[in-house]
């Protein structure tokens, strides 16, 4: 069956980078795309930004632009998110979810089952 | 920017109907999609483009879309419906309705 399974939690300092990666199964990778969404404790859904998988185009939330960027490996079908200079309020948790290839305009199903991230010094 | 409203709070009683809106400037124009939200779970989807359901969804959800108000409609409610419930439009980027808590009495 469709599946996206994500890295492990992670714990990190202020300023620190952390890259959580979503391994996708059950179709053609290359055919659909990949959104990433977080959720801060007891918030709602943000979406952070689309990736194609098919060609690698991306399209980043403004706020996140220049501390995020989004990548595919097509060789192992896994996706990744990578966030730069985090703060406090980046604590949550972050999901994969599938989405169309060729924009990131439709709706996300499945998704993967969450990381969560704490940044705490 | 577009905003996207919905109720903090829906109350309904077991077996009846209850309705979730989501409120935006002309969201009629615009293809609205659903997913529900349990404790400690990800978001699943139950409504796309409006009015569709993915396989596996029960035919007690279903959506609707016109002028300022598209709405998720779940008849028959049961305890399991319990959760919290998001509409998702794009408009230059993807936005999230504030999310609504859907309660079974």
């Known amino acids: 069956q469709v599946q996206l399974v994500q890295s492990g939690a992670e714990v990190k300092k202020p300023g620190a980078s952390v890259k959580v990666s979503c391994k996708a199964s059950g179709y053609t990778f290359t055919s659909y795309g990949i959104s990433w969404v977080r959720q801060a404790p007891g918030q709602g859904l943000e979406w952070m930004g689309w990736i194609s998988a098919y060609n690698g185009n991306t399209n980043y939330a403004q706020k996140l632009q220049g501390r995020v960027t989004m990548t595919t490996d097509t060789s192992t079908s896994t996706a990744y998110m990578e966030l730069r200079s985090l703060r406090s309020d980046d604590t949550a948790v972050y999901y994969c979810?599938?989405?169309?290839?060729?924009?990131?305009?439709?709706?996300?199903?499945?998704w993967g089952q969450g990381t969560l991230v704490t940044v705490s010094s | 920017s577009y905003e996207l409203t919905q109720p903090l709070s829906v109350s309904v009683a077991l077996g009846q109907t209850a309705r979730i809106t989501c409120g935006g400037n002309?969201?009629?124009?615009?293809?609205v999609h659903w997913y529900q939200q349990k404790p400690g779970q990800a978001p699943v989807l139950v409504i796309y483009r409006d009015s569709n359901r993915p396989s596996g969804i029960p035919e007690r959800f279903s959506g609707s879309n016109s002028g300022n108000t598209a709405t998720l409609t779940i008849s028959r409610a049961q305890a399991g419906d319990e959760a919290d419930y998001y509409c998702?439009?794009?408009?230059?980027?993807?936005?999230f309705g504030g999310g609504t808590k859907l309660t079974v009495l």
């Open positions: 979810a599938i989405t169309a290839a060729d924009h990131p305009l439709d709706w996300f199903d499945p």
């Open positions: 998702q439009v794009w408009d230059s980027s993807i936005l």
């Open positions: 002309n969201i009629g124009s615009k293809n």
